[in-house]
């Protein structure tokens, strides 16, 4: 059921024009930039978008100017874990595993999880209930698990939400999933 369902999120956001992916993520932006959550976060972690995903390249870029703490994350496939690194420079990153912008070796500076304030976590998709499915490895909800006080916020366009996503014991739910046309506070 997952994987369908896994299958057709995939396609709906693979098949969005590159333009609609940007002006989405502004306006995803601006609503993330103006809640309360974000205001007051010190650290916040954001994923570092590819493949269609919501944009977090820009919102990275401006916290980073800001002055706000960025953490990201940095991939061990061989242990299939995920651990968190400051980011100081937009430049600190290349392309790692899957092909994703991760902290250089050299830049790398890991953080405690239970330090980050706000996490921004991606999904192939989420139900209102703040269930999200990613790509099916586990690497965010293993992470997510780890958290102690920090809010959880998923970005999603408004393609990527469905009625119900299944659970499964490990799954972490997000708090809210920000779209580009509205907050869901989850239940």
Known sequence: ???????????????????DVQEKS??????????????????????????????TH??????????????VPKVDKRSRSMSVSLLTRWEDLEACAYNILEPKPDCIKEVPVDSIDLMIVPGVGF??????????????DRLLQHRKKAHIIGLAFECQLVEKIPVETHDVCVGK?????????CF
């Open 127 to 140: 139900d209102a209930q703040g269930n999200r499915i990613g790509h099916g490895f586990g690497y965010f």
């Open 58 to 71: 820009e919102m990275i870029k401006e916290c980073l100017a800001m002055g706000k703490q960025v953490v």
């Open 177 to 185: 999933i920000i779209t580009e046309e509205r907050v869901i506070q």
């Open 26 to 55: 502004r306006h995803i932006k601006q609503r993330l930039f103006a809640m309360d959550e974000f205001k007051g976060a010190h650290r916040i972690l954001f994923y570092v978008s590819y493949d269609n995903e919501v944009g």
């Open 1 to 19: 059921m997952k994987e369908q369902i896994r299958s057709t999120l995939m396609e709906k956001r693979r098949c969005l024009a590159g333009s």
